[in-house]
């Protein structure tokens, strides 16, 4: 009997191991990897039009939407074209810190900084925050950054406000001394106080509401969701599998005029067609728990990904797949 049943355990413990697989698996969010993909995209061509500013503004943007270093170290290619020496050692900064850049990328960007510093005022200090990804800092002329991120500011005490993917924030004030870098490491746990209004944050002098280009709010339910309809699909698409298998084994029992003899026969159409059921009823059911849970989600941020230099007109880049 058992024999005579392996067919039916080995599909059986073959969709084991693609549900586990799929309740492992996490799901790109395209929302914001397309938003950023088109961001950069439009950030290249004001690029190439020399309209430095728009253009690190647009990098900047992207980097809200998928923080990557590639985007950032674009950013100070831009903001060092339009002179705006402050931001640019900003963003060449934070890009070497991000890590996933190129190698000869992290030396253009070392050299840089070095040469910008030189043209910064020489009583700046700089602050450095670092923290667990989906959050955003803002400081000073720097607002709504991923982490981790490294700013030039005066010295004297600064507010730092990091902002959650819940809505809530917390506030920092660090004491920015002449040529030193404070550093701060945000916590990964919320503040359970109510979000910060607009009015306390401009009472900060920080202009932290939240733009178009702000963080999503990161929930479980996207995962979780797209794992329960991926599993949902798998044990469906086993369950017909297993379900057809049975129907010809039980065509044969019938053709056999149900002969004792081929008892056997319609044991495994039995065992056949009860797997189906069971894989059709609770791969439905997961599938439409996916559907619901997906439905209701907000997207989350995705992670950092490698960079390759590239030379553009007139300038060195950076790209980067989203």
Known sequence: MSSDLSPFRVLFHAALA?????????????????????????????????????????YEAADRAAPRANAVFNAGQQWDAAHDTLRAADAFAT????????????????????????????????IE??????????????EHRPLPVRVHVSPGATLVL????????????????????????????PPESPPLSASQSSAASLNSSQSANGPSASRWQRPVGFSALAVGAA??????????????????????????????VHDRAVAYRTGANLLLFGGGALAGLG??????????????????????????????SF
């Open 18 to 58: 693609l549900l586990v697989l799929c309740l492992f698996a996490r799901p790109a969010h395209a929302e914001d990897l397309d938003r950023a993909k088109e961001l950069f995209r439009q950030a290249t061509e004001a690029a190439e039009r020399s309209d430095h500013r728009a253009a690190a503004e647009l």
């Open 95 to 126: 890009a070497i810190l991000r890590g996933g850049l190129d190698e000869r990328v992290i030396v253009i960007a070392e050299q840089r900084v070095a040469e910008l510093a030189s043209g910064l005022d020489s009583s700046l200090g700089a």
């Open 129 to 142: 925050v670092t923290g667990p990804p989906g959050l955003l800092v803002s400081i000073a002329h720097a």
């Open 162 to 189: 990091v902002e959650y993917p819940n809505g809530s924030a917390t506030r920092h004030t660090l004491l920015v001394q002449t040529g030193k870098t404070s550093k701060l490491v945000a916590s990964e746990h």
């Open 235 to 264: 044990g469906i698409g086993v369950g017909v599998g297993l379900g057809i298998h049975g129907r010809a084994l039980r065509d044969e029992w019938d053709a056999a005029g149900h002969d004792p003899a081929q008892i056997h």
């Open 291 to 320: 559907v619901v849970l997906v439905a209701l989600a907000p997207s989350s941020k995705p992670n950092l990904a490698q960079a390759q230099l590239v030379v553009m007109p007139s300038q060195i880049g950076v790209t980067g």
